[in-house]
């Protein structure tokens, strides 16, 4: 069964930076479409970032300029370097496959509180 590790969230100022990362097992990995999603508060999850096999990129509106995905397949890890962060971007961020559902395994997710 594919593990997925979110991890690299916390508290930061409005205007602050914060890198997540995700380790994930599978011998698959390099070959996946991954993507970074949030849950805000009383909201659905959502996909925020993408990034392809073959490393073609996808943001949603609300983020690009601001987000920058990246994986490493040699660590089966994909990173979200995340600057400008505004209060709006405040949830719970969990990394998948691109077009995962909820009936699908995720993992913990990784906390990121935007303060104004």
């Known amino acids: 069964q594919v593990q997925l590790v979110e991890s690299g969230g916390g508290l930061v100022q409005a205007g602050g930076s914060l890198r997540l990362s995700c380790a994930a097992s599978?011998?698959?990995?390099?070959?996946?479409?991954m993507g970074w999603y949030r849950q805000a508060p009383g909201k659905q999850r959502e996909l925020v970032a993408g990034?392809?096999?073959?490393?073609?990129?996808n943001y949603t509106d609300s983020v690009k300029g601001r987000f920058t995905i990246s994986r490493d397949n040699a660590k089966n890890t994909v990173y979200l370097q995340m600057n400008s962060l505004k209060p709006e971007d405040t949830g719970v961020y969990y990394c998948n496959t691109v077009g995962a559902t909820a009936l699908d395994y995720w993992g913990q997710g990784t906390q990121v509180t935007v303060s104004s």
């Open positions: 599978g011998r698959i990995f390099r070959i996946t479409a």
């Open positions: 990034i392809a096999s073959g490393g073609s990129i």
